[in-house]
């Protein structure tokens, strides 16, 4: 017995006596495990440490990893090696476009240092695989280049989504104008052909796509605006959008339930929603 309460105490006995090795040095770790730590710190907390640990702060890895992650995709990832290009050179060069885009001076810093190839597909897909870029300057520039703009919308994808939920991605892709123009007709035209190709099973046409997004944007105005008083019944709208589509049909079912995701969600496009 006494045996046995020796055995049953030993274990704890030894697990205290365990000491746990501090190590305030990084570069004393194993490379792939130092590298691991530095990947969580940004651009900023990155070149601080290469103050200390240059040769690990600097690892192209690193820097790829942190360009990828703010920007996608830039034409220059793809000779970065050949012409013996740094990433962290190629981050602080995009970080410098970015914010002289977003001032207003467009694609000339990206072009002029070769980040973007001056080609439509080049800038399309640095377009649709960044989020750093002001909404409001992207659509100056779209609004002066309608290949570029076509192009982006091709890239979307929206298979089996609700029309509602659809045109609300389209708009945080594509910044809605602040005003109902010539400019929205565009963008609801290039949607309403790409919605249609990704969701042709669903029988209605470009025609009636068109058609149906105008009426969900007049419908968020209507339930979402303080200056309307009197809001469009769910009836209502089914009369409205049933009269207002005359090469096609639309069932009752579909156009309720097309209210119901406006009544619930809010509007489609915020700018356009909010213009007087």
Partial sequence: MGQMFDRQVAGPTLHTQKQVTKISDISQLPPELALQILKNLNATDLCL??????????????????????WGYASVYKR???????FRRIYLQLDEGTLRFN?????QYFLENRLIDDVCEEICQFF??????RSVEKRKLLQTR??????????QSYENQFLPNALRQ??????????????????IENFSKRFHECNKDLGLSTETIYVLCFSLILLSIDLTSPHVKNK?????????????IINGT??????GHLYDNIYLIGHVARSATTAN
Avoid at 232 to 244: C, D, G, L, Q, V
Avoid at 250 to 255: F, K
């Fill in 250 to 255: 639309l069932s009752d079912e579909l156009a």
């Fill in 146 to 155: 309608r290949d570029i703009l076509e192009r982006l919308v091709e890239l």
């Fill in 232 to 244: 469009m019944s769910k009836r209502e709208f089914i009369r409205n959008t049933r009269r207002a």
């Fill in 80 to 86: 970065a090696r050949d012409e013996g290009i740094s």
């Fill in 49 to 70: 440490a290469a103050c200390v640990w240059q040769t690990l702060a600097n690892d192209e890895i690193l820097w790829l990893g942190l360009c990828k992650s703010n």
């Fill in 103 to 107: 001032a207003g001076q467009g694609l």
């Fill in 170 to 187: 389209f708009f945080a892709k594509l910044d809605a104008p602040e005003d109902r123009n010539e400019y929205l007709s565009i963008l």
């Fill in 128 to 133: 649709h695989n960044t989020r750093k870029l």
